[in-house]
C-alpha cells in the first residue's frame, strides 16, 4: 500500500507540476492562474490570425515545403492554430499534410482530392464554432497523444498524436 501511495504522489507531482513551454500567445494574468495548478496551459485564438513564428510554417507548408526538423518543434496547440487557419483560408491542401500519414488503414480519404471534395462538399459547416472566442487548452496525455478542448466546454476536443518521425499531426477524425 505504501509504494503505491509513493508512485501515486510522484505521479501526480509529474502530472500537475509546471513546465515551461513556449506559449504562441501571452496568456492573462486570469488565464495564469488557471494554468499554475496543471500543465495545460490557456490560448485565445484570433479569427484570421496565426502568431508570428507559426505564419512562417504555414507559408511552409503552402508551398509544399514540409521540413519535418522544423514539424519537430511544434507543439500540439500550433499544429490545430495551423490546422484552424487553414480550414479559414479553405486551404484544404495544408489541413492534409497535417494529418498522420502513418496507418494507412485508418485513413477515410484514399487521396488527397477524396479529402477536398469532401471538404468542399463540408464548406458550409464550421466545425470549429466551438473553439471561437473560447480559452483553448492544450491537454497532452502522454508522449504521442494529445487534445486541444475548450475551458468551458470540454466535451468538444480536437486529438493529436505522433507520427513515426516523432511530428505532432493531426489524427484522420480529430473532432470528437
Known amino acids: 500500500m505504501a509504494i503505491s501511495a509513493v508512485v501515486g504522489y510522484f505521479l501526480t507531482a509529474f502530472l500537475f507540476s509546471e513546465k515551461e513551454q513556449t506559449s504562441p500567445i501571452s496568456m492573462t494574468e486570469n488565464e495564469e492562474s488557471v494554468s499554475s495548478f496543471n500543465t495545460n496551459e490557456i490560448f485565445i485564438y484570433e479569427k484570421n490570425n496565426l502568431p508570428e513564428h507559426l505564419e512562417t510554417v504555414y507559408a511552409m507548408l503552402k508551398n509544399g515545403e514540409f521540413n519535418q526538423g522544423n514539424m519537430k518543434e511544434l507543439t500540439p496547440i500550433n499544429v490545430f492554430f495551423l490546422f484552424l487557419y487553414a480550414e479559414e483560408q479553405a486551404d484544404y491542401e495544408v489541413q492534409y499534410a497535417l494529418f498522420n500519414h502513418d496507418r494507412i488503414e485508418e485513413r477515410p ?57 516523432e511530428i505532432w499531426t493531426a489524427n484522420w477524425l480529430p473532432l470528437q
Not at 473553439?131 to 478542448?149: G, H, K, L, P, R
Open 109 to 165: 480519404y484514399a487521396s488527397y482530392e477524396e479529402y477536398e471534395q469532401a471538404s468542399v462538399e463540408d464548406q458550409h459547416i464550421n466545425p470549429f464554432e466551438a473553439f471561437e472566442n473560447q480559452q483553448i487548452m492544450q491537454v497532452i496525455m502522454d508522449e504521442s497523444s494529445a487534445y486541444i478542448t475548450t475551458v468551458e466546454n470540454q466535451n468538444v476536443s480536437f486529438w493529436l498524436n505522433k507520427s513515426a518521425e
